[in-house]
């Protein structure tokens, strides 16, 4: 924090837009671990408005993400949908497809705390659409187990199966222990909801 204090402080001395940007990010990132939201809101504001005097899109759709994800865990979730969805047009025309899905996910984790289950899915399929273009299997876990959640929630039982099926096929490949762990906890309680007993635990 300090750092990225003193760094802003230089860069006011100086009048340089392009350091006040970074330094801003800094000490919002810094806010932000430390769970100090409103500060790290502040500093993310104040970036986007340099972002702005910088006429940098990959500066302001940065921003605009973090501003969302801040947002969303604050509850403020309208402006939140507003800021991703900056996010989303600025890396589809800056054509940064990582970019996109992570605005994607990121639009469907809130439609999902607003319980628009449907437009949850929407996005998530977009996340899961753009990982598979990409052949990114990072991305490509994120989005099965978003999805599998998703049509959990909706009653969807056998597809969320499905999703999360993926997602271990996908984790297992890559040896993504974590992935793995969330992926068979998802699919035993699914399985416990179905009644499918010995599946829930493993012997089946």
């Given at each position: 924090m300090k750092c990225h204090e003193q760094h802003l402080s230089i860069a006011l001395k100086l009048k340089s837009p392009r350091d006040q940007e970074r330094a801003y990010c800094g000490l919002g990132h810094s806010?932000?671990?430390?769970?100090?939201l409103q500060q790290a809101l502040v500093c993310h504001e104040k970036r986007l408005?340099?972002?702005?005097?910088?006429?940098?899109?990959?500066?302001?759709?940065?921003a605009y993400g973090e501003l969302g994800d801040i947002h969303g865990q604050l509850g403020n979730f309208e402006q939140a949908v507003s800021c991703l969805e900056h996010q989303l047009a600025i890396a589809a025309q800056l054509k940064d497809r990582i970019a996109e899905a992570g605005a994607a996910c990121a639009l469907g984790h809130v439609y999902?705390?607003?319980?628009?289950?449907?437009t949850a899915l929407r996005y998530h399929q977009l996340d899961l659409s753009i990982a598979d273009d990409l052949g990114l299997a990072p991305l490509q876990c994120r989005a099965c187990a978003n999805l599998g959640a998703v049509h959990e929630a909706l009653g969807n039982?056998?597809?969320a199966i499905r999703c999360q099926e993926q997602h271990l096929s996908v984790a297992t490949e890559i040896n993504d222990k974590l992935a793995k762990t969330i992926a068979y906890?998802?699919?035993g309680e699914i399985s416990f909801s179905l009644r499918h007993w010995k599946q829930?635990?493993?012997l089946d």
């Open positions: 806010h932000k671990c430390l769970g100090q408005v340099v972002a702005h005097e910088l006429n940098s899109d990959e500066a302001k759709g940065a999902r705390l607003m319980a628009e289950h449907s039982l056998q597809e906890t998802s699919l829930a635990v493993g």
